[in-house]
């Protein structure tokens, strides 16, 4: 009979291959368009694609290197299962952190002048539209697409190749939760603490259900309600 378990070393190399070519696409069109600066660069409708790309791109590798290690997308927590409950607690992770960041770190942190905020601002193109490219990107590229990458494919392929279960669950959920964070170039102790606070309620929710839906939702969640209070409380 066929061993239908891959190798520790198999596994490593097609885990590592699968990080770098992910992190590589995840760039590419923020890249792209900060270069060629077509159609305006990164603004408009560009937003949403590329939000489309990282998707449809990060989930096609990412498919292939499971079946690669003769897993599927339920290995890595993509279920249906108990998916109300999940997005309750979702919905709750992201609006509380919204909240939070939002009514106290935001304003006093530096409000409109914060580099982070003034960087979203310039994203909107003071359209409707463009708010709408804008959410798109966050739902589909940060929401839906990072947490399939991040969470359930580093973390649930990295642990297994330890032979503690437990050993490699907290392996492999701080060094997502740090690759995750240094990713998004935090440039000072604000930007550190922005960043990591989320990843963290993210990563929790995610290994307390052992599915995506609830980090998938408060992802999500966070984003929108991030660009939306952004376009209403600064821009303009």
């Known amino acids: 009979m066929k061993n239908q378990t891959p190798s520790t070393l198999k596994t490593i190399a097609v885990f590592t291959a699968t990080i770098i070519l992910g992190y590589i696409l995840f760039i ?3 890249l792209f368009f900060g270069i060629t600066k077509l159609n305006g660069g990164f603004t408009g409708v560009n937003l949403l694609i590329t939000g489309l790309f990282q998707f449809v791109t990060v989930c096609l590798l990412v498919y292939f290197s ?32 919204a909240a939070l960041q939002f009514a106290w770190l935001i304003p006093s942190t ?41 969470r359930g ?18 392996v492999a959920s701080i060094l997502s939760i740090l690759l995750f964070t240094v990713g998004h170039l935090p440039t000072d102790a604000v930007e550190w603490f922005d960043i990591l606070v989320p990843t963290i309620a993210y990563t929790v929710v995610f290994v307390f259900t052992k599915r995506l839906t609830a980090s998938i939702v408060a992802h999500g969640i966070y984003n929108m309600s991030a660009i939306l209070l952004t376009y209403y409380l600064y821009y303009g």
């Open 66 to 97: 499971l079946k690669l290690l003769k897993k599927d997308f339920q290995y890595i927590g993509l279920t249906k299962n108990n998916w109300q409950r999940d997005s309750l607690l979702g919905v709750i992770t992201g609006l509380t952190w």
């Open 110 to 150: 530096g409000g409109a002048t914060r580099a982070d905020i003034a960087q979203m601002i310039e994203m909107m193109d003071g359209t409707l539209s463009g708010l709408l490219f804008f959410i798109g990107l966050g739902v589909i590229g940060g929401g839906i697409t990072e947490e399939i990458f991040n």
């Open 153 to 170: 494919y580093f973390i649930t392929v990295l642990k297994d190749v330890f032979s503690n279960p437990r050993l490699g669950l907290w």
């Open 28 to 30: 590419l069109p923020n």
